[in-house]
């Protein structure tokens, strides 16, 4: 089987290929994944073990070059004895889907949000599919409604990597890395740099709590991701210096893995104000390495979070309320703890990496079985 993933960058989607491309049965599954443009995920996969086909790069406007690399794909199911192709997201859909078809082999699709009205989505909506995945209630919701056959499965979330990578660097080194305090509590965002996951809202609530708490330090992890919105992360380090916050605020970019599970488990609690949010795979992390989380009440965080049990949600687009809850949060360190106990628990049992893969592998068996039984 292979997956087929549009980008050569690690996103949030390709964080979760990755992890269940990590647990899959091998012994049932022989993964390869085929990329439709090059770069560094390549190299990620590879040390997974993982066999990579890199097709050559364009862009979806340009309709001969799709069709080029759908036949393309066509030729690896034939060559590579493909049974099954998993894409990866809602374009690549438009290359799994079809290149199935012409195949005569099976295609699962996951989902990652839903989509906008138009005649590209109604096109790739109307490509056969043998099971839809989707990433959270509002996506399962959205294509059961458009007639898919579809099943919740959640991004799976791997405790041991996560401690693994956590352990690799200490707070010393984190410390010295970034010119952080290591004298202060620090207090950390982890998304991509884009204006819809409000770390502007993050920064405007740190900078209502810090007269009260001096021994804060904000970290925003993450940078521009596909080019997208690449002006706001200048627009948040202005924004910064308009309230006050030099010294107390760093900006990391983007940076190894290892080390953002480091900054994650170093840290006091772990914010996240993004104002619209299917999962949150930042918030599961965190969890998952025993890190309380404040995050507004989108469609994934208000699952992932049980509100006075494992974290703090705020009515999304409340910055008042934001501040207000971290000033709480942090005003109460048994809490923290607790909560950070508590969460780890839940994360592990209902959103762990190795349950969401075995979710994954009866989809497979089952899409499988629906081809055999049409061919028969």
């Known amino acids: 089987m292979a997956w087929i993933s549009c980008v050569g960058e690690k996103g949030g989607a390709e964080t979760l290929m990755i992890e269940c491309l990590r647990v899959l049965d091998r012994s049932r599954f022989r993964p390869e994944v085929i990329q439709l443009r090059p770069g560094p995920l390549e190299t990620m996969l590879r040390d997974l073990d993982v066999t990579v086909h890199v097709l050559e790069m364009h862009r979806m406007r340009e309709v001969h070059r799709v069709a080029g690399a759908i036949l393309g794909i066509r030729r690896l199911v034939r060559d590579r004895h493909l049974r099954l192709l998993h894409s990866n997201g809602f374009r690549a859909h438009a290359y799994g889907g079809l290149a199935a078809a012409l195949s005569g082999v099976a295609e699962v699709w996951t989902t990652h949000t839903v989509e906008q009205p138009g005649w590209s989505t109604s096109a790739i909506l ?94 925003v992890v993450g940078g521009s991701l596909f080019d997208l919105e690449s002006a706001y992360q200048r627009e948040l380090r202005e924004l910064a210096q308009e309230l006050g916050l030099e010294g107390r605020v760093t900006f990391t970019g983007f940076i190894p893995d290892a080390d953002v599970a480091g900054l994650l488990a170093a840290s006091t609690l772990v914010v996240h ?104």
């Open 126 to 219: 109307a490509i056969p599919t043998a099971q839809v995945l989707a990433n959270c209630p509002r996506t399962q919701a959205y294509f059961e409604g458009r007639g898919k056959p579809t099943s919740l499965v959640w991004p799976g979330v791997n405790r041991s990597v996560l401690e693994a990578a956590a352990a690799r660097t200490d707070r010393a080194d984190l410390a010295n890395r970034y010119r952080l305090d290591p004298g202060r509590r620090w207090v950390t965002v982890g998304a991509r740099l884009q204006r819809f996951k409000g770390q502007d809202h993050f920064l405007r609530a740190l900078a209502r709590v810090l007269p009260n708490r001096p021994d804060l330090h904000g970290i």
């Open 273 to 376: 104000p993004a104002l619209e949010e299917d999962f949150g795979l930042t918030v599961a992390e965190a969890q998952m390495l025993g890190i309380p989380v404040v995050a507004y009440a989108t469609v994934g965080p208000a699952v992932i979070l049980l509100p006075g049990e494992t974290g703090w949600l705020v009515p999304v687009g409340d910055q008042s309320g934001l501040a207000a809850t971290l000033d709480e949060a942090l005003g109460s360190p048994q809490r923290l703890r607790e909560f950070g106990a508590c969460g780890r628990e839940r994360v592990e049992r209902l959103f762990g990496a190795a349950s969401q893969a075995r979710r994954t592998e009866e989809i497979y068996e089952a899409a499988l079985g629906s081809v055999g039984s049409r061919s028969s």
